[in-house]
Structures are given as structure tokens and as C-alpha cells.
């Protein structure tokens, strides 16, 4: 089993936590390594003098124009102090997004587990899949602009395959136990069928049952309210302004 395989052994739940955590941790200390922290604290602090002043003259409109004008200088100065730590953090971040997004965004499909592939427009075409034993294909009929196979597999590696009478398309299938999935929905540039979407469900880190209102967060979510208080905690630990 490679690094990989072992790091997705991990509860999805707590992987983002650990992923959250470990990018935050990098971009404050490249954020304190990178900034000059004495003048950083200087206009945060001047940024902070400024609010006040600005509730204490709503009533005078010139003094509160030549207030945020000072609180607009002060914070443009804090914002290019910021872009040096930003660029060395910035193509990891986006590097880890895309693996998360890769490996964490949806769930498998069991092996046994009844699916769908959806297959858009509703054209006529041949279904057949490579390798054919342990593919179970249950039904295959058209609904409205598609057509719908509902199918299950034992566990593998499948490519799926489409072929209308001028075209042949495929799409990878992955069945598992693991926490991995071939891209659910692949589309296609050109040609009869336009898109082919397999029924992963999405990745619901506090689980299927969880519900905030009527909202059952995906891992953007966790990962983005974990970072932001990750980041005020680091901050104030290691003092960084």
C-alpha cells in the first residue's frame, strides 16, 4: 500500500482536519518569517486607533472622510506587506486543494452497491465494459434527455464504453471499499454524447445524517471553518500580526 492509499485510511473527517491544520500552520509561520511583524503590528494597531476615531465623528463627515482615507492608506500598506507570504504559500495551497478535491470530494461506490450512470443526450448506443465479468447491469432505459444504467459491480477497475453509431466513448468506473473514485462526471468536447456522470454521492464528512438547518457540509466547508479557526488560534500563539 502505497503513502497514498495509507493517508486515505484515515477518517475523512479527521484527514481534513490535519490537512487544515498543517496548510495553516505553514502559511502563519510563512506569514511571520516573511513580515516585517513590528510594522505589521503598527498598522494593524493604527487600522484598530482608526475604527474607533471613525465611530467617535459619524457626525462630522469631513473628519470621517479624512479618517477612512488614513484607515484606506494604513490598510493598502498592510495588504502589500501580506503579498510576499501569499506567493511562497500560494501554488501548495492550490496543489492540496486539488488532491482534496481528487480524493475527498465524493464517496465510493461499494462493491454490491446498486449505482447509476447517467448518459446525456438520450442517444441510441451499445454499453459494454472492460472487464466484463463482475458487472451486474439491472436496467437501461431513457428518462426525459438521458439515459439511465443502473448497475453494480464486485470489486476492480472498469472502463465503461459507449458506442452509438458514430462514435465510441468510455469513462473509467472504480469500485472499492477505499476511499477513492474515477471523476463522476466526464464530459465530452465533441460529438454525440455529451456527457457521461456516475451517481457518487458527495462526501459528507459529519456524516449522512447530519443536517444545519437543512445543510450537511462537504469537505470545502469543513476544511474552510476549521482553517479560519486554526488560523486565529496559531496567530495568537505565536503572536503574529
Known amino acids: 500500500m ?10 475523512p473527517l479527521i484527514l481534513i482536519l490535519i490537512v487544515s491544520f ?9 506569514y511571520k518569517l516573511f ?32 479618517i477612512q482615507n488614513q484607515a484606506m492608506q494604513k490598510n493598502m500598506q498592510y ?18 486543494f486539488g488532491w482534496m478535491h481528487a480524493h475527498l470530494a465524493f464517496e465510493p461506490i461499494l462493491p454490491g452497491q446498486e449505482f447509476s450512470v447517467v448518459v446525456k443526450p438520450a442517444v441510441e448506443f451499445n454499453f459494454s465494459t472492460i472487464p466484463q465479468p463482475g458487472v451486474d447491469v439491472i436496467s437501461k432505459e431513457k428518462a426525459n434527455d438521458s439515459v439511465i444504467i443502473r448497475m453494480k459491480c464486485e470489486e476492480g ?9 458514430n462514435e465510441k466513448k468510455n469513462a473509467d468506473l472504480i469500485i472499492t471499499k477505499e476511499q477513492k473514485y474515477a471523476t463522476p462526471s466526464v464530459v465530452f468536447k ?19 445524517e447530519f443536517s444545519l438547518f437543512g445543510w450537511q457540509p462537504g469537505w470545502f466547508a469543513v476544511y474552510f471553518f476549521s482553517t479560519l479557526i486554526f488560523s486565529s488560534l496559531l496567530r495568537k500563539i505565536m503572536k503574529v500580526y
Do not use: C, W
Open 2 to 11: 502505497g503513502i497514498v492509499e495509507q493517508i486515505l485510511t484515515i477518517e
Open 22 to 30: 498543517i496548510v495553516t500552520l505553514i502559511s502563519v509561520v510563512a
Open 35 to 66: 513580515t516585517d511583524q513590528t510594522k505589521m503590528k503598527e498598522l494593524k494597531e493604527g487600522m484598530k486607533k482608526h475604527q474607533q476615531e471613525m465611530k467617535n465623528h459619524r457626525g462630522d463627515h469631513k473628519k470621517l472622510m479624512q
Open 79 to 96: 495588504m502589500s506587506h501580506s503579498f510576499k507570504p501569499m506567493l511562497f504559500t500560494f501554488l501548495p495551497i492550490i496543489l492540496i
Open 157 to 165: 477497475q472498469y472502463t465503461m464504453y459507449f458506442d452509438s453509431a
Open 190 to 208: 465533441s460529438g454525440e454524447i455529451k456527457s457521461v456522470t456516475i451517481s457518487n454521492g458527495k462526501m459528507r464528512p459529519f456524516g449522512k
